[in-house]
């Protein structure tokens, strides 16, 4: 349970009576969810206001992207938060943290890892189309719910910010996996030239497309709809490549201690490719092509760097479970990219 208990203020607001049956659900790391059963199911989320100090922003963001996709796309299923009875989608809590609700879509679930081609197809195929449904919108309407959020260059520099004042005790914990991390420091090179190239477009992009944030229809397979839009902004299409290229490709989750666990499945990956590209392609100009084998590497090595800046920083970012889950999870995400870079 994550111990938080459900405002009667805002249980009020959206009309949740006191009969409902409400419980955690999902695996994400900033926000609480929970699965709320009150004669139909609902989904009900405590944003994080630490992490996302602006919500409106986050609601006015999703709320162009469904103006627009319900002109140009009425078809396409976009996941929007329910009003309150005053007509809000955000309702604060005394305590200052924002709530909203959406609907439960029936018949679908989400999965941690990838166990075949048709489904990693799927949910790139599925992510592809939410940017390509999208383009032709105005990029400059959104405003980055988080600056710089995808900035490689930006997130080293946190990291040496995070290592500079930290202490000796944690310092000498994180060894081996600080020094894994600056040999990969390249990478920011490369991504900085990438963006001086002028050779990637801002599009919208979803900008956390890991892989538990798709729903699949439970009995097809097939993607019903992409979950978690708060990163919903103006972004690079390698963002979203490499989030699922860093989430799909091994058969283990970030969270996996066993190093030897982890894997490069190439199979995986050609499938993950040939379904966003289905998307894509004809969106993508030729420097944008060239740079699908960066895209991978650029998110691993940006998970790397967060994880082990949050370890460094006393871990009060991510939610965790034991004390060293972010160093875990940096160290796996070393050892993921130490296999990505292998592939070229
Ligand atoms: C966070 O909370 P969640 O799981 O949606 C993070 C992503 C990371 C992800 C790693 C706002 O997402 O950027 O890729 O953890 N979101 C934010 O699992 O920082
Ligand atoms: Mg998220």
């Not at 001086?196 to 919208?204: A, N, P």
């Not at 229809?217 to 019903?224: E, F, H, N, R």
């Not at 970012?317 to 870079?341: C, F, G, K, W």
Request: aromatic share 10%; with cysteine; proline share 3%.
């Amino acid at each position: 349970m994550s111990g938080i208990e459900i405002p009667a203020s805002v249980a009020r607001a959206f009309t949740i009576s006191a009969k409902a049956s409400i419980g955690p659900i999902g695996s994400g790391h900033i926000h609480q969810t929970f699965l709320v059963e009150d004669g139909k199911k609902l989904v009900l989320q405590r944003i994080n206001k630490n992490v996302f100090t602006r919500p409106e922003v986050i609601a006015r963001n999703n709320r162009l992207a469904a103006d627009y996709l319900s002109v140009h796309h009425p078809h396409y299923l976009f996941l929007t938060a329910l009003r309150d009875e005053k007509g809000n989608e955000l309702v604060y809590a005394e305590d200052g943290f924002p709530w909203r609700l959406y609907p439960h879509i029936e018949n679908t679930a989400t999965v941690d890892f990838v166990t075949s081609t048709d489904q990693v197809y799927e949910a790139a195929k599925g992510f592809g189309l939410l940017t390509r449904n999208l383009h032709g919108i105005d990029c400059r309407q959104f405003e980055p719910a988080l600056d710089r959020f995808h900035d490689l260059h930006w997130r080293y520099e946190q990291f040496e910010e995070a290592l500079n004042r930290a202490s000796l005790e944690t310092i000498a914990k994180a060894k081996a996996e600080v020094e894994q991390a600056t040999t990969f420091r390249d990478l920011v090179e490369e991504y900085n030239n990438l963006v001086k190239s002028g050779s990637l477009t801002l599009r919208i992009t979803h900008n956390d497309t890991k892989i538990n944030n798709i729903l699949f229809d439970k009995l097809t397979g097939k993607a019903v709809c992409v979950i978690d839009l708060d990163t919903l902004m103006p972004g690079y299409f390698i963002y979203d490549l490499g989030d699922m290229v860093r989430t799909c490709v091994s058969p283990v989750s970030e969270e996996e201690a066993d190093v030897s666990r982890i894997a490069f499945r190439k199979e995986i990956y050609d499938a993950l490719l040939e379904g966003h590209l289905s998307q894509m392609k004809d969106l993508l100009s030729p420097g944008e092509l060239a740079a699908v084998p960066f895209a991978g590497k650029m998110m691993t090595y940006i998970m790397a760097l967060r994880f082990l800046a949050d370890f460094l920083r006393g871990n009060t970012y991510y939610t965790i479970h034991y004390p060293e889950q972010n160093l875990v999870r940096a160290r796996n995400q070393l050892a993921l990219l130490q296999l990505l870079s292998q592939q070229g």
